[in-house]
């Protein structure tokens, strides 16, 4: 998440220039305009890059198990743990990125974007569509899902335009996340496997419906998304990082 972006603004003056004077920065811009070669896009790579695109990776076999839950018996709970476990996996990785990025001095403006396009994969997308496979599937559940993970993606946004800004401390890294980071969603995560280990699914999950029979019937627990949106756009919430 803003590990990336914290080694990008924090660690860019440290970076040393090649003896053509070009900056690191400068020579993965150069390799990324060339249209020379097929694959000068993966030469362009940094390995902190790579790492983000295990993130991704982890994020998008999340959405497919959730899917392949849905397509088969519902009570074998294989794909949906899966699913489920993909998530934390994933924010292993955008935990690694950071510190590889780092450790080599090597941070990029492409690896801010990459990481932040994982993070909604894996943070964002992939919740909701667990809560979409254990259940939450009404058409205003996924409106409702939907303001979830377009609240991730503002957040996201805002959090790559104004980290240059916040206060930083003597390393260069900014004092504090502006409203909830996204991969707090695995909060949701871990309840959502709650309620699988309970059996609380499907017909069963908790609070039921509300407005039965009606265009307007909503699973209640799908609020639980909308608030933990709130919470990632907020301008007031300031989180220490640790």
């Known amino acids: 998440m803003s590990r990336r972006s914290g080694a990008a ?3 860019v003056e440290k970076e040393h220039s090649n ?31 790579l790492i983000t695109l295990l993130n991704g990776f982890c994020g998008v076999m999340s959405i497919f198990s959730s899917l392949r839950y849905c397509l088969g018996d519902p009570r ?8 489920l476990a993909f998530i934390p996996l994933g924010l292993f990785f955008d935990f690694m990125d950071g510190k590889v990025a780092r450790w080599r001095q090597k941070a990029s403006l492409m690896g801010q974007e990459l990481d932040s396009l994982a993070d909604l994969v894996s943070f964002g997308v992939s919740p909701a569509a667990c809560a979409f496979s254990i ?7 996924h409106f409702l899902l939907t303001v979830f993970v377009l609240c991730g993606l503002a957040r996201l946004a805002r959090f790559n335009v104004t980290v240059q800004y916040l206060p930083k401390d003597a390393s260069g890294k900014s004092r504090y996340f502006q409203g909830t980071p996204i991969p707090t969603s695995l909060v949701l995560v871990g309840v959502m496997s709650y309620w699988i280990s309970q059996g609380w699914i499907l017909e069963n999950l908790p609070f039921g419906i509300a407005l039965q029979s009606t265009v307007f019937e909503f699973h209640p627990i799908a609020l639980i998304f909308v608030i933990h949106g709130c919470l990632m756009v907020s301008t007031t919430l300031h989180i220490p990082k640790p």
Do not use: C, M, Y
């Open 135 to 141: 259940g939450v599937r009404t058409p205003v559940d």
């Open 9 to 11: 603004n924090g660690g």
């Open 19 to 49: 003896a053509s004077g070009e900056s690191p920065q400068e020579k993965q811009a150069r390799l990324l305009a060339s249209d020379s070669g097929h694959f000068s896009l993966i030469r362009a790579f940094h390995l902190a890059d």
């Open 76 to 83: 074998d709970h294989a794909n949906i743990w899966a699913a």
